[in-house]
């Protein structure tokens, strides 16, 4: 799904908070489908979820095609996602909705 504006306006203050591990069709069933953005060369997909604490993110950053070319992760290789928010506490909710989702 192409990055929106009232996406990108969501996101906006989220920094980085810690990772998570899972596989890409896990946050797809989780999260539905993630978004592209083709002007940002350093992540191929993001999910931007809205929690009780405020936003959060989750994204790959610098290990994919985006950012690598052929030599970066397919979506279905990867493992490890960057999670970003404005606290701990959104990162804290999509941990335990990714662990038992």
């Known amino acids: 799904m192409k990055m929106t504006h009232g996406a990108m306006k ?17 946050l797809v069933r989780i999260f539905g489908e993630p978004y592209t953005n083709s002007d940002n060369h350093k992540t191929d997909v993001e999910w931007i979820v809205s929690t009780p604490y405020g936003p959060a ?13 052929l030599s970066g992760l397919k979506l279905d290789e990867m493992d490890e996602w960057h999670v970003g928010g404005k606290n701990a506490k959104s990162y804290e909710w999509i941990i335990q909705h990714v662990t038992t989702g």
Do not use: C, E, P
């Not at 810690?18 to 890409?24: D, I, L, S, T």
């Not at 993110?57 to 070319?69: A, D, F, P, V």
């Open 57 to 69: 993110t989750i994204y790959n950053y610098k290990n994919g095609y985006s950012y690598l070319g």
């Open 10 to 26: 969501m996101r906006n203050g989220t920094s980085f908070q810690g990772y998570v591990k899972a596989q890409y069709d896990h």
